[in-house]
């Protein structure tokens, strides 16, 4: 018998135009704390999706060995019985139940046909004991922090006999303390045999938890670090998650001229009364004419959040700080004054916020600026018509007709249809959420080319960006943030992978 | 040959827009030949479709309503409510028809802006704040016609736009003249219309349909116009009734499908995040089509109330679920941004007809309910099945 617990082998997984894994190796010895890093994008979700059930047998190529038994998962209850448990970044506990409903939710104690309620209580007692939860089972979990919520998943996932245990990025919405406290329970299960399987960015907790570390990039394993070799360094995993070299996937672009600064943001914070925080805080910003701004940063850093409170607030932060355009201050209240003055936002979650998928191409060309295509209110359709081929030609938009719903094309098509969009306000700063995530490289290769068409008609880009090969090979300057602040401003010499990293894993 | 592929592919790629169309004219034929006749005959043609009206009306302004995901249960005893008041104003204080009606219009759009900034502002779910209107507005009725039970009204005028019809100048042949020249026009301006929109395409150098496929589409829409006038001629010519539905799904046709606004409409239940992204004022969309619905029950109300000649203490009862119903079979999709204002018409009269067909047919009421059911059951089961083709 092998001492592996959990062996992937050649795992490969394909989604419509994109490779997300191939040929991934990843092996769990028993009882040991195994950490999966890479980049945004790298395929850690997607591997784990495949590992749980998510994406069903059949679906992906490869292997699955657990406990040295070929296994076919074709839903997630089957992995859950043969004792895999998973914890998701979103916590998927219910607010408004107690502690004992939750951990038990959906694997209900019974007597007979019935719930037994004392024996669910008793045994919740138990289990929150295991994770050393202070509080009655009775407690509602709204009434938890989200520490402690976190702790409540981890009891209903030991509560099905779990013995590999799956986090992903369970401390990405923790403060310090009860990030502590986790990783010391963690370890704890560590000693009762439980294996670990956790996905995180915050390299300092993965230096001080992990017994291996595997890197991902671009859907392959890079490769498997040994702590206890002491192989196990920020350095080492830096290197590794980044270590691709900037091909020419990124269009040079000649006689740069940069202007004057058309956008100023001094002592920019944004407070979200929902979350009841800050998202933005006090970032200090500009963008010239003529000039590609990067923003790097990890996923939850307040790249978005930023985005979002200079195009007209749509999410109604409280705004402080002074923004200036042109040198005069502004103060956009809807998204339409923000149009108006020159912004256009292309969003991150182009399904889900950017398009109207049920519409054609046309339709959703004209939708930022039907001024555009009208007089007096009355719309004029072969002028709709006729701008949107020459969107569809100049964006090198792939699709039999313009009457093409756009929720059937791909990615990168509708990627582009969503930049069309923009454009067609003739906005003077872009702002690019995420531009290339989900599509091809070839396609990537035909954005790049349009944002550089663009910066030399003299428009100037914001670019957001999880991918760091993208920043850097774009960009002319760039910010990286972390936890909604600007944790530094780097130029082009100063800028590598590992400085930017560094900045953003604080 | 050329020209029935072309025939083929135009019907498959809009067989979610025909679909209805198909629907209603197998409806009408099966009900034609099973009374011989006597379902397409003239007088049975006219008292179905102003038998359709108030409800027509209802389901136009529900398709913009269910466009933008919401619903709007208090439109049935709203327009019996403001139906009830045209009768006050018109028996017992003397205002004139002409006051009476541009005021109880007012009044709807009033009380549906209300609706729209409970439900856009407030935030309360559409169906609870409308059920709660259509509570509040059932009270209302009762309470105004508590003292003097049914009103009945005497005003010739205000009874005409429920029973009465379009003179008709002089009769030829026993046929209603005003009835077949308004509907010659009708038929002139159809054709002006989509030649002139062919045109205009071409000097922008687009692909149009093939020249024989036109004409046969202009022949074929001209005849259908010219055969319902033709029957509605035979009988007392067009109704006022009818002329008011024409003249709303034309304004309502128009306002969807050619203006900014109704771009807006559909943008904002297609997606509605994205919509305020795109600089769209989410709520003031909603306060429009709220608004709109209000105005539309206000038109349903005085519709009803005179094709009575009088006010109820029922009346509007069920009217809402009617509309709702005739919007689905009309092609409204409940997911959001999809349905036509053209579609809640072509609904509202297939309910009518499938009701008038089955009277004529001697069809006991409880049938009649439970075949209704499974008409509207059916439409959208035939709109999911085709969306799913489409996806």
Known sequence: ?506 | MNFFKEAKALVKANIRDYGMYIALIVIMLTFTIMTNGLFMSSRNISNLLDSAGYIAVLAVGMTLVIVIRHIDLSVGFLAGFLGAIAAIFLTQMGVSVWITIPVILIFGALIGLVNGVLVAKIGIPSFVATLAGMLIFRGALLQVTEKTGTIIIKDDQFNAIGNGFIPSIMQINGLHLLTLLVGLIGILLFVYNEISNRRNKMTYGFEVMSSGLFSAKLVLISAIIGYITWILAGYNGLSWTVIIMIVVVVIYHFLSSKTVLGRHIYAVGSNPEAAHLSGINVQKITYIVFGSMGMLAALSGILFTSRLQSATTTAGTLFELDAIAAAYVGGVSSAGGVGKVTGAIIGAIVMASLSSGMNLLGVGISYQYMIRGGVLAGAVIFDVMTRKQRA
């Open chain 1, 1 to 506: 018998m092998s001492d592996y617990i959990l062996e992937m082998n050649n795992i490969s997984k394909e989604f419509p135009g994109v490779k997300a894994l191939s040929n991934v190796n990843f092996k769990v010895r028993k009882g040991e704390i195994h950490c999966l890093v890479g980049e945004n994008g790298a395929g850690k979700s997607t591997l784990m999706k495949v590992l749980s059930g998510v994406y069903p047998y059949g679906t992906y190529d490869g292997d699955i060995v657990f406990e040295g038994k070929v296994q076919q998962f074709n839903e997630i209850t089957d992995s859950v019985k043969v004792g895999i448990g998973i914890i998701y970044q979103e916590l998927a506990l219910f607010p408004d139940l107690t502690v004992y409903e939750n951990i038990f939710a959906g694997n209900e104690l019974k007597k007979g046909p019935f719930v037994d309620w004392n024996k669910t209580i008793v045994q919740a007692t138990g289990l929150l004991e295991k994770v050393k939860l202070k509080v009655t089972p009775e407690t509602l979990i709204k009434e938890l922090g989200v520490g402690k919520q976190q702790l409540v998943e981890i009891a209903k996932a030991l509560s099905k006999d779990v013995n590999l245990l799956i986090l992903d990025e369970p401390t990405a919405a923790l403060n310090e303390d009860d990030s502590e406290n986790l990783l010391v329970l963690l370890k704890e299960l560590k000693n009762q045999g439980i294996s670990c399987i956790m996905i995180s960015h915050k390299l300092k907790e993965v230096i001080s938890i992990a017994d291996k570390v595997t890197v991902l990039r671009d859907g392959q394993t890079i490769c498997t670090l040994n702590a206890s070799n002491g192989e196990v360094s920020e350095n080492v995993i830096i290197k590794n998650m980044v270590g691709r070299d900037i091909e020419d996937i990124y269009p040079k672009r000649l006689n740069k001229k940069i202007g004057e600064t058309i956008l100023e943001l001094s002592d920019w914070t944004a407070y979200d009364s929902q979350l009841g925080r800050n998202v933005v805080k006090n970032v200090q910003l500009e963008v010239k004419k003529g000039e590609i701004i990067g923003i790097a940063g990890l996923m939850g850093s307040g790249r978005t959040e930023l985005a979002l409170s200079i195009f007209g607030n749509p999410k109604n932060y409280k705004l402080q700080g002074n923004m200036k355009m042109f040198g005069e201050t502004k103060e956009l209240k809807h998204t339409s004054e923000a149009i108006k003055a020159g912004i256009a936002y292309v969003t991150e979650d182009r399904k889900g916020d950017g398009l109207f998928l049920l519409q054609d191409i046309k339709s959703n060309v004209s939708a930022a600026h039907l001024k555009g295509i009208s007089t007096k209110g009355i719309l004029n359709l072969n002028e709709e018509v006729k701008i949107g081929t020459e969107y569809k030609d100049s964006l090198y938009i792939k699709a039999s007709s313009l009457e093409q719903i756009v929720g059937k094309l791909s990615g990168g098509n509708q990627q582009k249809v969503s930049l069309g969009k923009w454009l067609f306000t003739g906005p003077k700063i872009l702002i690019l959420d995420e531009p290339t995530r989900g599509i091809d490289v070839g396609a990537k290769f035909e954005i790049y080319t349009i944002m550089n068409e663009l910066i030399n008609e003299g428009m100037s880009i914001i670019m957001i960006s999880s991918e760091l090969g993208e920043v850097l090979g774009m960009s002319d300057r760039i910010y990286v943030m972390a936890e909604g602040s600007v944790k530094g401003e780097l130029t082009m010499e100063e800028a590598t992978q590992e400085t930017i990293m560094e900045l953003a894993t604080q």
